[in-house]
């Protein structure tokens, strides 16, 4: 292909992905049949997707003039809208007949086409209710050309199932299907664990499942947000009929938020929503020690014994992995971390156990004897000078090992520290008498030789009772 504005790797590879999903591309990536269906509508492939779903479902004339009316500006004019008679049109033509039906800002849109349609598309009419009735005919037309590219030789209007049109929905955009997190602040969690909020305008508020058909960036108090537009009331059940490949049964164990008594929890799982969630009292020691473990894994509860000598040893390990691969100490990675808080919840009967339990030698244990003499060798976490004081700590900070000296401990060193076998120069913090750092370095000789002689000049003055060479 010849781009004008060639696309990002990532963003073909977005497409081929969705044109696999869609079966519009082979496993080869040529083109189906269904793929050549899908390009001739004017739109998204996932649009055209849902159009051939709608034709399957006997719901195409409907679900084309709901994409047509929503293809440019809405046909309602909200300062003008008076809902009132829309919804009171609507009850006397159809009666009962959706009464029970799903909530939908589409019946909303078909709704005022419809009421358009009766009063001929008069402007002046339709403007009287807050209804664009230009807008109205155009979608209709738009809807016609949808139905003919699909192969129907009339475009005969019914009132749709909006069952029907959430199984199309979640077929053709199950990314954009939704759970109510909050109730208190109609905050959504989609599939993907994105947060999501309903259009004010919308007609379904607080439902407990939706479906949008759009997404649109919005400036949601002060922050940029997503919002759902075109929303589709769902419910447990059509979830499961339609997406049932895609939900899976699940089974965990976990400390009730409240009252910190341990639950066996069973729910089904879509993505990272969890519903249709059964509790029951924890079974054993099994479960006290998985529950706890588990909180323990997700950072909701900390040890006691969890301290600096743990975070030293951790950074010595991840000093020695990352910058010194060759030497095969394991990296204390996210598996190592939970199997150590396995090991610390273990045979423990009480939280109070669990929490006051000595974590550094359960660490330890899970290296061998021979790779934490190799750590201890490689990595010191004291050094001496051979100038008489103690030894010196040393941590380890990213690529740094690094250690802090009183300037006047440093007279008569002239060769860098080294760790790692005499790999890798230790840097060096100079502390001023008041242990204030006054310079870093990885060349002792080059402060001697440079910057000492100004540090000196500007210390000696202030501290005249510390030795000055």
Same mark, same amino acid.
């Given at each position: 292909?010849?781009?004008?504005?060639?696309?990002?790797?990532?963003?073909?590879?977005?497409?081929?992905?969705?044109?696999?999903?869609?079966?519009?591309?082979?496993?080869? @990536?040529?083109?189906?049949?269904?793929?050549?269906?899908?390009?001739?509508?004017?739109?998204?492939?996932?649009?055209?997707?849902?159009?051939?779903?709608?034709?399957?479902? +006997?719901?195409?004339?409907?679900? @084309?003039?709901?994409?047509?009316?929503?293809?440019?500006?809405?046909?309602?004019?909200? =300062?003008?809208?008076?809902?009132?008679?829309?919804?009171?049109?609507?009850?006397?033509?159809?009666?009962?007949?959706?009464?029970?039906?799903?909530?939908?800002?589409?019946?909303?849109?078909?709704?005022?086409?419809?009421?358009?349609?009766?009063?001929?598309?008069?402007?002046?009419?339709?403007?009287?209710?807050?209804?664009?009735?230009?807008?109205?005919?155009?979608?209709?037309?738009?809807?016609?050309?949808?139905?003919?590219?699909?192969?129907?030789?009339?475009?005969?209007?019914?009132?749709?199932?909006?069952?029907?049109?959430?199984? *199309?929905?979640?077929?053709?955009?199950?990314?954009?299907?939704?759970?109510?997190?909050?109730?208190?602040? +109609?905050?959504?969690?989609?599939?993907?664990?994105?947060?999501?909020?309903?259009?004010?305008?919308?007609?379904?508020?607080?439902?407990?499942?939706?479906?949008?058909?759009?997404?649109?960036?919005?400036?949601? =108090?002060?922050?940029?947000?997503?919002?759902?537009?075109?929303?589709?009331?769902?419910?447990?059940?059509?979830?499961?009929?339609?997406?049932?490949?895609?939900?899976?049964?699940?089974?965990?164990?976990?400390?009730?938020?409240?009252?910190?008594?341990?639950?066996?929890?069973?729910?089904?799982?879509?993505?990272?929503?969890?519903? %249709?969630?059964?509790?029951?009292?924890?079974?054993?020691?099994?479960?006290?020690?998985?529950?706890?473990?588990?909180?323990?894994?997700?950072?909701?509860?900390?040890?006691?014994?969890?301290?600096?000598?743990?975070?030293?040893?951790?950074? =010595?390990?991840?000093?020695?992995?990352?910058?010194?691969?060759?030497? %095969?100490?394991?990296?204390?990675?996210?598996?190592?971390?939970?199997?150590?808080?396995?090991?610390?919840?273990?045979?423990?009967?009480?939280?109070?156990?669990?929490?006051?339990?000595?974590?550094?030698? *359960?660490?330890?244990?899970?290296? @061998?004897?021979?790779?934490?003499?190799?750590?201890?060798?490689?990595?010191?976490?004291?050094?001496?000078?051979?100038?008489?004081?103690?030894?010196?700590?040393?941590?380890?900070? +990213?690529?740094?090992?690094?250690?802090?000296?009183?300037?006047?401990?440093?007279?008569?060193?002239?060769?860098?520290?080294?760790?790692?076998?005499?790999?890798?120069?230790?840097?060096?913090?100079?502390?001023?008498?008041?242990?204030?750092? *006054?310079?870093?370095?990885?060349?002792?000789?080059?402060?001697?030789?440079?910057?000492?002689?100004?540090?000196?000049?500007?210390?000696?003055?202030?501290?005249?009772?510390?030795?000055?060479?």
């Amino acid at each position: 292909l010849c781009w004008l504005d060639k696309p990002s790797v990532e963003s073909l590879d977005r497409a081929f992905s969705t044109l696999h999903a869609l079966g519009a591309l082979s496993s080869n @990536s040529l083109i189906t049949e269904k793929g050549r269906e899908i390009c001739k509508f004017p739109v998204n492939p996932k649009l055209g997707m849902a159009l051939l779903l709608a034709k399957d479902l +006997g719901c195409l004339p409907a679900f @084309s003039l709901a994409l047509a009316l929503i293809e440019d500006r809405s046909p309602i004019i909200h =300062k003008e809208f008076n809902q009132q008679i829309v919804d009171s049109f609507l009850s006397k033509t159809f009666a009962e007949k959706h009464s029970n039906e799903l909530d939908s800002d589409l019946r909303l849109l078909l709704g005022v086409w419809l009421y358009a349609k009766e009063e001929g598309f008069s402007v002046d009419r339709c403007k009287y209710v807050g209804i664009h009735a230009l807008r109205c005919r155009e979608a209709e037309k738009l809807a016609f050309r949808f139905c003919k590219i699909a192969g129907l030789n009339s475009f005969h209007f019914e009132f749709p199932k909006m069952r029907d049109f959430a199984e *199309v929905f979640l077929v053709a955009f199950p990314d954009h299907l939704a759970r109510l997190k909050s109730r208190g602040t +109609g905050m959504y969690e989609s599939i993907n664990g994105i947060h999501l909020h309903v259009s004010k305008f919308s007609e379904v508020q607080k439902a407990e499942w939706v479906i949008a058909l759009r997404l649109v960036e919005k400036a949601l =108090k002060g922050k940029i947000g997503l919002e759902m537009e075109h929303v589709t009331e769902l419910n447990d059940q059509i979830v499961k009929d339609v997406l049932r490949a895609r939900v899976l049964r699940g089974e965990e164990v976990a400390l009730h938020p409240d009252t910190r008594q341990v639950i066996r929890r069973e729910y089904d799982q879509i993505g990272t929503i969890k519903f %249709n969630v059964k509790e029951r009292e924890g079974e054993g020691k099994e479960d006290f020690q998985n529950a706890y473990s588990t909180e323990l894994k997700a950072g909701s509860l900390s040890l006691k014994k969890w301290d600096n000598q743990v975070d030293h040893f951790v950074s =010595k390990i991840s000093f020695l992995y990352t910058h010194y691969p060759e030497y %095969n100490v394991p990296q204390f990675s996210t598996d190592l971390r939970h199997l150590l808080f396995e090991e610390i919840c273990k045979d423990a009967k009480s939280w109070k156990e669990i929490r006051n339990r000595e974590v550094l030698p *359960v660490l330890q244990k899970l290296y @061998s004897i021979e790779e934490l003499d190799l750590l201890e060798q490689a990595t010191p976490s004291t050094f001496s000078l051979n100038n008489g004081k103690r030894p010196y700590r040393i941590t380890y900070e +990213g690529s740094h090992a690094v250690m802090r000296v009183k300037l006047q401990d440093l007279y008569d060193i002239s060769r860098q520290p080294r760790v790692v076998f005499e790999k890798h120069r230790v840097t060096l913090h100079i502390l001023a008498p008041n242990e204030r750092c *006054v310079q870093v370095t990885n060349n002792i000789n080059e402060f001697w030789l440079g910057s000492y002689l100004e540090i000196k000049k500007e210390l000696a003055g202030r501290y005249p009772k510390h030795e000055w060479r």
